[in-house]
């Protein structure tokens, strides 16, 4: 089975400051992509940053990076100079097939609900 | 703005009732993925239908149907509502090859509430 595991169901950040989000997967693929998707008030989900587990260079965008450890199955993203409109819950996925026949489709884990405060 | 939008945005259902929601998707996406999202979870997948054809299906009964229409627009149907249905339903709309691979971006509506009283 494919898992995805986020332990930190909230955290605090200051305004400024960096904060880093943990999650974990089950995996017995050998290449596959992985994914944190942005959730605000509004419920939109919007892609935040992905990572091909084949590429050992973490992923970069902007503000945001992640920590890909694949021997550990870690992938923590990290957010720095925290903006207030980072205030969303943040969901780490991970995309499977359901069959052999099927296209992929994501599989999310629970959320982190992360909260800049100024 | 995704370009992906989904109607209606809440909706209110008695158990036993049957329920039709709306997607459409970003311009030239030809893939249309469902996820039921409960209250405190993340998004579990339902079904994927990719140029009119489901695609793949998550771990969800047969009342849970769907349809993509020749334009790429889609419906997700549920029979017989229960009060568990009650729940966030977000559509994604990608753009495939020959079908969803692992690396594309899925772009989602702002989802339907759906309330089962």
């Known amino acids: 089975a494919q898992t995805v595991t986020q332990s930190q169901p909230e955290m605090s950040v200051q305004e400024a400051e960096t904060v880093t989000l943990s999650c974990t997967y089950d995996?017995?693929?050998?290449?596959?992509?992985l994914f944190w998707y942005k959730q605000p008030p509004s419920r939109q989900m919007i892609l935040v940053i992905r990572?091909?587990?084949?590429?050992?260079q973490n992923a970069t965008e902007n503000r945001f990076s992640v920590n890909f450890q694949k021997a550990a199955k870690s992938f923590s993203l990290k957010i720095s100079d925290s903006q207030l409109g980072d205030t969303a819950m943040y969901f780490c996925?991970?995309?499977?097939?359901?069959?052999?026949?099927?296209?992929?489709?994501?599989?999310f884990g629970k959320g982190t609900s992360l909260l800049v405060t100024p | 703005e995704t370009g992906v939008t989904q109607s209606p945005t809440h909706l209110i259902k008695t158990r036993g009732q049957q329920v039709t929601l709306r997607c459409s998707s970003q311009?030239?996406?030809?893939?249309v993925s469902w996820y039921q999202q409960a209250l405190g979870q993340g998004p579990q997948f339902i079904f994927q239908?990719?140029?009119?054809?489901?695609?793949g299906r998550g771990n969800f009964p047969p009342r849970f149907s769907g349809l993509q229409f020749p334009n790429y627009s889609s419906e997700l149907n549920v029979n017989a509502l229960e009060l568990d249905d009650s729940a966030l339903y977000l559509c994604?709309?990608?753009?495939?090859?020959?079908?969803?691979?692992?690396?594309?971006?899925?772009?989602f509506g702002q989802g339907t509430r759906l309330t089962v009283v």
């Open positions: 990572q091909e587990a084949y590429k050992q």
């Open positions: 996925a991970f995309m499977k097939r359901s069959n052999s026949n099927s296209g992929y489709a994501l599989n």
């Open positions: 995996t017995s693929e050998n290449n596959y992509y």
């Open positions: 239908y990719y140029r009119e054809e489901e695609n």
């Open positions: 994604a709309s990608s753009l495939a090859g020959a079908f969803l691979a692992m690396n594309t971006e899925a772009f």
């Open positions: 311009s030239g996406h030809n893939t």
